[in-house]
């Protein structure tokens, strides 16, 4: 069964640090697709994806029946998968590749989740949001549910550097979602530079000024007046990176806001419904322009 077939419908992998971290995008995420007439089925029981730097090197073979135990949720109850972190998709869809083309693995990960009761069978297709938003809801049906758009905001993409690969096509894809709802996309030199989350790990200070604070500097250089992405690692790093920054001396104040907060405005939620006021670094100013153009 495929979400083509079933575009009503969709199990959302929301990942550890949405519903902890940054709820706003659990919350517009919910208001949007609801807007969107899609409906969640929630993925009860699941775990963290592992994520894709430490858990997948400290053990492999966790790493991977894990993220396979998480997969076959979905595939139990015959629902495709949708994701919005890109440390998630990541994992799962480079598992979900890993088991389909090797039956020797399938096997491995299955002995352990038949004791639980539980199969993988790699039944079900694994979509990041920008391409169920894209592909499946379609830019036309963005286009016609809006009731506001960002006409006139400057939006810096980040784009995340686990959806840049050479066959990916999810950054023109996050582009024309931009686009759609009226933003002006401010490309840079440096948006394809990864935030600094997986240097974070062994080397803070290099993922902080060499990762982190040369992006702001060319975003601020360029006069973006927002920095949009879909990654909560992302998000959760530039923003850590901008307090740390400024107890330095380094002001850059850029509201860093997931494009799921943007389209969810866009469809009439008010910020406190989607509790916009939870940044770090306060979006109030540049959520106040879309409002006023009503």
């Known amino acids: 069964m495929s979400i083509q077939q079933t575009c009503k419908n969709v199990m959302m992998f929301w990942g550890c640090m949405i519903p902890t971290v ?78 389909k083309e090797n039956p020797k693995l399938i096997e491995n990960v299955n002995n352990l989740l038949n004791r639980y009761g539980m199969k993988y069978d790699g039944s079900s297709r694994i979509y990041h949001m920008i391409e169920f938003l894209h592909d499946i809801v379609g830019v036309d049906r963005l286009e016609k549910s809006i009731k506001r758009n960002l006409s006139g905001l400057r939006c810096t993409p980040q784009y995340g550097c686990r959806i840049l690969g050479e066959k990916s096509n999810l950054k023109m894809k996050f582009d024309k979602l931009i686009t759609t709802i009226g933003g002006e996309i401010v490309h840079t030199m440096t948006e394809k530079l990864c935030c600094g989350v997986p240097a974070m790990y062994s080397d803070p200070d290099f993922a902080l000024h060499h990762r ?10 360029v006069g973006a007046d927002c920095i949009v992405l879909f990654c909560p690692a992302c998000a959760e790093r530039i923003e850590r990176a901008e307090m740390a920054l400024t107890s330095e001396g380094k002001e850059f104040n850029i509201p860093v806001l997931n494009y799921l907060e943007l389209l969810a ?4 939620a008010e910020p406190d419904e989607i509790g916009a006021s939870l940044h770090r670094i306060q979006v109030d100013q540049t959520i106040d322009r879309i409002l006023r153009k009503e």
């Open 212 to 221: 982190a604070e040369v992006k702001l500097k060319e975003i601020k250089e």
């Open 22 to 99: 940054e709820p706003y995008v659990e919350k517009a995420t919910r208001y949007s697709l609801e807007k969107l007439d899609v409906k969640i089925i929630e993925m009860y029981e699941a775990t963290c994806c592992p994520d894709p730097e430490i858990s997948r090197t400290m053990g492999i073979d966790l790493w991977r029946t894990l993220a396979g135990r998480n997969i076959s949720i979905a595939n139990m109850s015959k629902n495709n998968i949708c994701v919005i972190c890109n440390g998630c998709f990541d994992t799962l869809t480079k598992v979900d590749s890993e088991l």
């Open 265 to 268: 405005i866009c469809l009439g």
